[in-house]
């Protein structure tokens, strides 16, 4: 089946720590996307990226990287610089602009 | 800018009455404009989006959304709701003409059905 894996479902992180969340298609789709999600703020865009190489910052970027090496892959990394990274993070892809995206089923990442 | 407002933060409703949840929206061109759904610790479904045509566009489990342009709304609607609809229910927008392709989501509405 056609979708999008997000892993791990949970993460720890502890202070001063850079964690990597992964996400991964085969939907085929050349664009990528990660939210951030908190209670009763709805979804907040981190990253995107329309192509292999190529990605662009969204509206809460600071704190966070990404790379896009293949089509398949966009992992994003929440570093240390990032103060209050507890959340719900979402990865989602997209094929043509009329398209819905498709989202994985998240990591929800803590500190310890 | 683009904006996608969801008035509502919660909705509550009987199980077998008519649910609306309702979403406005702001954008600079003409939008595409779709209904998601989340459940707990789940990422978003997709419900059904609007694209051209139709106002009024049917999408999964009985629900429909209806566009209307000069208020620039795309309320979701079901005819009859289910204890199972009960979750957490995002509009968003996307200007067809931005080469970008991000979509504008709304801040949510949780609906619940009571029994």
């Known amino acids: 089946d056609g979708g999008i894996t997000q892993s791990p479902k949970y993460l720890f992180r502890k202070e001063g720590q850079n964690v990597t969340l992964s996400c991964e298609q085969n939907l085929n789709h050349d664009a990528m996307y990660w939210y951030r999600q908190d209670p009763g703020q709805g979804l907040r865009l981190i990253y995107y990226?329309?192509?292999?190489?190529?990605?662009q910052k969204g509206d809460i970027a600071e704190g966070y990287s990404v790379s896009r090496e293949k089509k398949e892959s966009f992992p994003l990394t929440v570093t240390s610089a990032q103060k209050n990274p507890t959340a719900f993070y979402l990865c989602a892809s997209s094929g043509q602009a009329s398209q819905p995206q498709h989202f994985g089923d998240g990591t929800r990442l803590s500190i310890l | 800018a683009q904006s996608v407002a969801q008035p509502e933060d919660q909705v509550n409703v009987a199980e077998g009455n008519p649910l609306t949840v309702k979403c406005t929206y702001s954008?600079?061109?003409?939008?595409?404009l779709f209904w998601y759904v989340q459940y707990p610790n789940r990422g978003l479904q997709f419900l059904l989006k609007y694209i051209t045509g139709d106002n009024l566009v049917k999408g999964s489990y009985g629900f429909e959304a209806e566009f209307n342009k000069s208020q620039t709304s795309f309320h979701l609607k079901k005819p009859s709701a289910l204890v199972s609809d009960s979750a957490l229910y995002f509009c968003?927008?996307?200007?067809?003409?931005?080469?970008?392709?991000?979509?504008?989501f709304g801040r949510g509405t949780q609906l619940t059905v009571w029994p």
């Open positions: 968003a927008v996307r200007d067809r003409g931005s080469t970008l392709g991000r979509l504008y």
């Open positions: 954008v600079s061109g003409n939008p595409y």
């Open positions: 990226s329309q192509i292999v190489n190529d990605f």
